[in-house]
Nanobody, 123 residues
Framework: QVQVVESGGGLVQAGGSLRLSCAAS????????MAWFRQAPRKEREFVAA????????YYTDSVKGRFTIFRDNARNTAHLQMNSLKPEDTAVYYC????????????????WGQGTQVTVSS
């Protein structure tokens, strides 16, 4: 069993930056693919970024490429999402997720989820 807890959300002006953090319990954290999803009001949850468990390869949705960076620290059982050049359309609840397998791009492929953290970008 893995428990996932996010932190770091908040309110920021357009063009600003935020770093989201995800702390996961469990001795096998290093074996999990980690990802961030987001869900805006009246929209479906969407994939944002992911990092593989073995080689650290990263994946991003097109709308955040060049602005967001996902990285993990297996020694500390943490994963982070550095968000720069934020836009109002990035406003959403952001969720950290863990998968007991390779990286996926659909929410259904992830086994454990955090409670979510709100990110609001004002124009």
């Amino acid at each position: 069993q893995v428990q996932v807890v996010e932190s770091g959300g908040g309110l920021v002006q357009a063009g600003g930056s935020l770093r989201l953090s995800c702390a996961a319990s469990g001795r096998t954290f290093g074996s999990y693919a980690m990802a961030w999803f987001r869900q805006a009001p009246r929209k479906e949850r969407e994939f944002v970024a992911a990092v593989s468990w073995n080689d650290g390869h990263t994946y991003y949705t097109d709308s955040v490429k060049g602005r967001f960076t996902i990285f993990r620290d297996n020694a500390r059982n943490t994963a982070h999402l550095q968000m720069n050049s934020l836009k109002p359309e990035d406003t959403a609840v952001y969720y950290c997720a863990a998968a007991m397998s390779r990286v996926g791009f659909n929410a259904a492929e992830y086994d454990y989820w955090g409670q979510g953290t709100q990110v609001t970008v004002s124009s």
